[in-house]
């Protein structure tokens, strides 16, 4: 939880907090804690993803596991299939003369869901050892700070076959149909990046997901490097968002793990919202359990996260490059030497400072700025060029896809 104090220290900086539900579940009186000491809105991702087959097979042992299975009511579910939750963990079959149950109910397990979503973080209020931990750290909090979720999201699992994708549209379809009066309801679009590139695919998702009376869409394109795509598949995103954003034009739309090229999409009205993580990656791939983090610094002229080793070493070749007026970046101490706390809020810093010049000016001067940053990272001299020459061929891609997509009125 240390991106928690950062977070607190800036929110004036950003708009709300995505929270997973299974690090609420790990951390549950600081993460609840922390969400109820800032004044920003939240929405809780219910995490069910990582209950599938064969996902879940990385996930079982995992201390969390078994306290979502336990709240979302799926523990008897997931002895019948131990690898996991599939489309047909959710079907009713006819077996001979029998009629076989499905394992989850898909009504109860929306709503099961919803429940969890709407009460989760107040629960986390109304424990007791919670008031003692304020005790000791002086926060004046009371219950009514840990509210609720400002829009639900129903139950999703990666969608990487038809039945899956038409598993998330009935779920999706449960929780509007027993939503509140005020209540909003999000569904996670989570595919391949192979569904961008074929017309065909897109559409079949975007016609999927019309009808459902949605208040909003969280996309999550597996494995989408937006630093590193070409521009093929950066244009074919942002095509797949204005499908989206056409067929329901009054639907939210916000990328999950997203980088620079969604806070421009964000900044210029394409996005309604992007979550961007905190010194963690800003990519996800489902079959990947992930790894401990190496330190990592922003590096705001590339829009990159690059190793501290690599930013010392450009303090030394290449100062300008790391020029930042955050209150934390001091040229005379270098990014390694920085606390994790100082290199989260400079990330912070910049990223925000990145959505509100992207949002006040024209998409020309967004692509002229990428255009001279390439310029100068392709002249450094380092131990490390061949690295900054690969960010100046990003930065270059970016601003060729931003031309293309002005060209093809997509975006302005
Ligand atoms: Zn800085």
Known sequence: MREAEPLTTLQS???????????????ANAVGTFVASTSRPYFLDPSTYKLADPIFGDFREKRWADVLLENYGLQEATQASPDGLT???FETSTSGSKNMLAEVDPTKFAKVILDY????????????KVWDVLEETGALLTPDDFRPPEFLVAPYFFADNTKTLDLNVKLAHECVTIRKTNEKVFAAIAVTRDNLTSDVARKRIVEKYAGVGLDGLLLWIADFREWAEDSIYLEAFVQFISELKTSSPSRQIYNLFGGYFSVVLAA??????????VGISEFRDPFSTGGGGIPRFYLAISHQ?????????LAQVAPELLKCSCSECNPKSPPGSMSFSARDRHFIFCRTREYDEAEKR??????QELQDSAARLDNVKSPNSELLKAHSRQLDKWAKTFENLVSAGLIS
Do not use: F, K, N
């Open 87 to 89: 489309p047909t963990s």
């Open 362 to 367: 024209a998409v020309s001067v967004t692509i």
């Open 13 to 27: 900086r950003y708009r709300g907090l995505a929270i997973e539900a299974h690090i609420l579940e790990l951390y």
């Open 268 to 277: 210029r009205h394409l996005l309604d919202g992007t979550v961007q993580g």
């Open 305 to 313: 996260l690059v190793g501290t080793d690599i930013a010392d070493d």
């Open 117 to 128: 979503e709407r009460e989760r973080v107040s629960t986390v209020g109304e424990s007791a």
